[in-house]
């Protein structure tokens, strides 16, 4: 039985590599313009109320006149992670990372394509001896004037799961009364810069970012990421088709034996067992997202994201928070910032890491 799941990675491995500098489409769109609609849906999706995203109003006595996309809005678009050759093998998925660079903001109204091409394919092992397999996916995307607003790189980590073996074991968190009330204080601390605005000169570096909380991770929260990017699957005999055109997007359901989109795992204690987690965790993809208010609401109304490179290094499971901290770690030439920050989580451990550019204006 061993001898068959390893020559079934290996064969995953040599088609996986096959399709490296090809471009690789593993799903459709879910927005293509960026509607006030698609917009406010998104935001609050990821947790994130900035009045510059949801509220007209506001946004009309703004710089920008019109309400802006969120910067991760991208995610959307086009998800920006390929899994290698879509073919039924015993591995597991965990997104190692996602990296974005914005060229121009987003407005609603704005009409958005986008491309996806498999740019790298390889191997490590860790300490333990697992086999690890890196699929890094580059990610374009276009306004309707055929400008490119971003270009994301996200990276997947494929690995054996072995039997019911879990690749992450520990205790789910309990909060009690005093515990809750220090997270609704955290709440209610967090800052926005908003219509004050932040200038370059007046930046230093060392300057910490000011703080925010997310989580506790509930249920609630991942499907309203899922519905943030969109219906996440089909069901029934839509579903279990498109699933035979790219089971490396399905898990086996434990009991009955059937596969389902490995998307409803955030929603099943039983179903994250059998991704190998002691119960349902979030997607990589939404810890990148969830860290964007982090910069956005420092930067203030008149500040630009240029880029943001957020890691996962540790999961995000059922019931953990995350703090996001950070500070400016430089200053370029004129206009740019770069933020270091971290994201620790209820146990101290440092479950995130990052760094950023943003673009301040200059007085005068």
Request: aromatic share 10%.
């Amino acid at each position: 039985m061993a001898n068959d799941a390893e020559a079934q990675i290996e064969e995953f491995i040599a088609r996986s590599r096959e399709l490296t500098g090809k471009e690789v489409r593993e799903r459709g769109p879910w927005n293509n313009e960026a509607s006030a609609d698609a917009i406010r849906h998104f935001a609050y999706g990821i947790d994130d109320d900035n009045p510059l995203w949801v509220d007209p109003d506001y946004a009309a006595k703004t710089p920008h006149k019109k309400l802006l996309a969120p910067p991760a809005f991208f995610v959307s678009v086009l998800y920006p992670i390929l899994h290698g050759a879509p073919m039924a093998a015993p591995l597991s998925s965990l997104i190692g990372g996602v990296e974005f660079e914005w060229f121009k903001p987003v407005y609603e109204g704005d009409k958005l394509r986008a491309s996806s091409v498999q740019k790298e394919m390889f191997e490590k092992t860790n300490k333990a001896g697992r086999k690890l397999i890196f699929v890094i996916g580059e990610f374009t995307y276009w306004n309707g004037e055929d400008e490119v607003v971003a270009r994301a790189t996200g990276t997947m980590i494929r690995t054996l799961q072995e039997g019911t073996s879990l690749l992450y074991d520990r205790e789910i968190s309990y909060y009690d009364e005093a515990a809750m009330e220090e997270i609704e204080a955290a709440y209610r601390a967090e800052e926005r810069r908003g219509g004050e605005t932040r200038y370059w000169e007046d930046v230093s570096v060392g300057d910490e970012v000011p703080a925010i909380l997310r989580g506790p991770l509930t249920i609630g929260d991942m499907v309203a990421w899922n519905a943030a990017l969109g219906p996440s699957y089909k069901a029934g005999r839509l579903g279990y088709l498109d699933i035979l055109k790219a089971p490396h997007n399905a898990v086996i359901t434990p009991k009955i034996g059937i596969p389902v989109k490995n998307s409803q795992q955030h929603e099943d204690f039983t179903l994250a067992a059998g991704r190998g987690m002691p119960g349902p965790f979030d997607n990589g993809v939404m810890r990148f997202a969830w860290s964007t208010p982090f910069i956005t609401n420092w930067m203030g109304d008149d500040g630009f994201l240029k880029r943001l490179n957020c890691q996962v290094r540790k999961p995000m499971i059922y019931g953990d928070t995350i703090r996001y901290t950070g500070k400016v770690k430089e200053k370029g030439d004129g206009d740019s910032v770069t933020i270091e920050f971290t994201g620790v989580n209820q146990l101290g451990e440092t479950a995130s890491a990052g760094d950023s550019e943003v673009i301040l204006p200059a007085k005068g």
